[in-house]
């Protein structure tokens, strides 16, 4: 499961649940941290979610993966 950071970050670098796609860059002076963190924020999401997928879950335990995993090139 994402944490709220996790999630945040995901949904807005995506343009997920209602949000605009957003550059690292633009997440980070949002949130007031480095974009390298954006990065390592990322990048440990789309890791989660991409494990949680190879398990076989079921596709309606979460609204934003199915754009993820298959858009995204990990």
Known sequence: ELD???KTVIELRYGLNGHEEKTQREIA?????????IS???TKALKKLRRR???G???TECN????IIFFTDL
């Open 4 to 6: 709220e950071r996790e």
């Open 29 to 37: 002076a949002m949130l007031n941290i480095s974009r390298s963190y």
């Open 40 to 42: 390592r924020i990322e």
């Open 53 to 55: 997928y190879d398990k």
């Open 57 to 59: 879950w079921n596709y």
């Open 64 to 67: 934003i993966t199915f754009c």
